[in-house]
Nanobody, 119 residues
Framework: QVQPVESGGGLVQPGGSLRLSCSAS????????MGWYRQAPGKQRELVAV???????TYADSVKGRFTISRDNAKNTVYLEMNSLKPDDTAVYYC?????????????WGQGTQVTVSS
């Protein structure tokens, strides 16, 4: 199983919280940059948050202060804690594992998990 597997999506009211999880095999977790992206209907896929193997974190401006990305290397799992959710956060959320070794890129996507923020 090379493809990351997401879980934790669902329906939540505005202002609520959700935690997404992404599990990957050890072969594509160690040394990889793990990230969360999302795609809303009619829009392009966009970066939400990424976390490098060295611990560098990048967030989209739209989620700063509300979302937190973390990884548990022992469990080969990356998490996205989402708080103060807004209707604009509604999207399919995808987990990504990326690594570049010299000129070769390794890029794996999960199937996605739906997050719907609505009252």
């Amino acid at each position: 199983q090379v493809q990351p597997v997401e879980s934790g999506g669902g329906l939540v009211q505005p202002g609520g919280s959700l935690r997404l999880s992404c599990s990957a095999s050890s072969s594509i977790f160690s040394g990889y940059t793990m990230g969360w992206y999302r795609q809303a209907p009619g829009k392009q896929r966009e970066l939400v948050a990424v976390l490098t193997g060295g611990g560098t974190i990048t967030y989209a401006d739209s989620v700063k202060g509300r979302f937190t990305i973390s990884r548990d290397n022992a469990k080969n799992t990356v998490y996205l804690e989402m708080n103060s959710l807004k209707p604009d956060d509604t999207a399919v959320y995808y987990c990504n594992a990326y690594r570049r070794i010299l000129l070769t890129e390794y890029n794996y996507w999960g199937q996605g998990t739906q997050v719907t923020v609505s009252s």
